[in-house]
């Protein structure tokens, strides 16, 4: 309940995903030599929009001090040079630790890091690490996300992240046109589409692509990608997102 209330605190987010850095990495070679999901995205004829990269780990299982979270605070600043406006936002408790980082890489990419600590009543306890960044469209994907880890192994070597692309079209996009974009994607993706499809002003496909490894605890052959899309009618847009290998409502 504590963890969970935390994260809420830090990443009140409504587009959390859910997948980890395996299914970064590639079962197959990547379409054309870009990151997979780029690939969906622009084989739909998509430019543009947002990136979205977010993960969450536990990284010991006992409690941390806060100095001790504000010392690895600062080694994570500073590998992946990390720019912010404002100092570290921290605080502790009898059994609550925390430190937020909120600021800026070098190619003007927005990460918010933040790590937590957490201390149980009967004495054990659990440290986390969340990462979520916003990427304007980069031009080596897989490098920026290597990157990322890289800066990460002295806390965990295998990070868990996740991974969306989230875009607009302008006005409302009707079931054949969403249809069409879905083919198209799942096609550059090598994949097969196993439940879903355009219901209206919304629709969403759940697909598995032999681009991605498969969710961790869940079958072989299962879902490991989505593509959804939502009429926006006070702004008369829809907005659409891909991501690996779920997608939240």
């Known amino acids: 309940m504590l963890k969970g209330f935390f994260y809420r605190l830090f990443f009140s987010f409504s587009f959390l995903l859910l997948f980890s850095l395996n ?3 590639y079962v197959s070679p990547a379409p054309v030599g870009e990151h997979p999901l780029i690939a969906g995205w622009k084989a739909a004829g998509l430019a543009g929009g947002e990136i979205e990269i977010e993960g969450w780990s536990i990284i010991d299982e006992r409690f941390t001090p806060l100095s001790v979270l504000q010392k690895k605070a600062r080694t994570l600043q500073r590998r992946l040079r990390l720019q912010t406006d404002f100092p570290p936002y921290s605080g502790e408790e009898p059994a609550f630790a925390f430190v937020n980082l909120d600021g800026h890489l ?6 918010i890091l933040t790590l937590q600590s957490v201390r149980q009543a009967d004495g054990t306890g659990e440290t986390h690490c969340g990462l979520m960044g916003f990427v304007v469209p980069v031009a080596d994907l897989r490098h920026y996300l290597r990157r990322l880890e890289r800066a990460l192994v002295p806390l965990k070597k295998d ?9 607009e079209w302008q006005g409302r996009l009707s079931e054949d ?9 799942f096609t550059r993706m090598r994949a097969e589409v196993l439940s879903g499809g355009p219901a209206g002003a919304s629709g969403r496909w759940q697909a598995h692509s032999p681009y991605f490894r498969p969710e961790s605890g869940l079958e072989k052959g299962g879902v490991n990608m989505e593509f959804a899309y939502l009429y926006d009618p006070g702004e008369n847009t829809t907005q659409l997102i891909l991501g690996t290998p779920l997608i939240p409502y």
């Not at 990070?159 to 875009?167: Q, S, T, W």
């Open 159 to 167: 990070f868990p992240f996740k991974l969306a692309i989230r875009g």
């Open 177 to 185: 046109q969403a249809g069409e974009l879905a083919e198209k994607i």
């Open 106 to 111: 070098p190619d003007g990419s927005h990460v």
């Open 23 to 25: 299914h970064i990495d």
